[in-house]
């Protein structure tokens, strides 16, 4: 009933540019928080970037001032801009929701797909 789609990755040389995009559908009341969370190769998953509904927002140290996250659309998608790519951030980049699916129900934990992210020269 809910879903995650990421869009936007691809191959790009270091200190180039990409935008990820992540739109969740389908039944949700409403959506506390949007992170991205990323996992190189050989790496444990780390989170990236959070934004809630509110507009507050925090980023990792390792990219700080090079990303940034969007607010929470009204059509429940967020983007992350990332800016000066190293080859350190390759990696498959995963968007997670905080949803409330109706007005009765706890909220829950949704996962995208992932979409990759290669910086290389």
């Known amino acids: 009933q809910v879903q995650l789609v990421e869009s936007g990755g691809g191959l790009v040389q270091p200190g180039g540019s990409l935008r990820l995009a992540c739109a969740a559908s389908?039944?949700?009341?409403?959506?506390?928080?949007m992170t991205w969370y990323r996992q190189a190769p050989g790496q444990e998953r780390e989170l990236v970037a959070t934004v809630t509904n509110g507009g507050s927002t925090n980023y990792a140290d390792s990219v700080k001032g090079r990303f940034t996250i969007s607010g929470i659309s009204a059509k429940n998608t967020v983007y992350l801009q990332m800016n000066n790519l190293k080859p350190e951030d390759t990696a498959v980049y995963y968007c997670?929701?905080?949803?409330?699916?109706?007005?009765?129900?706890?909220?829950?934990?949704?996962w995208g797909q992932g979409a990759q992210v290669t910086v290389s020269s």
């Open positions: 389908g039944s949700i009341y409403s959506i506390n928080a």
């Open positions: 997670n929701a905080n949803i409330k699916r109706t007005a009765l129900t706890l909220n829950a934990s949704y």
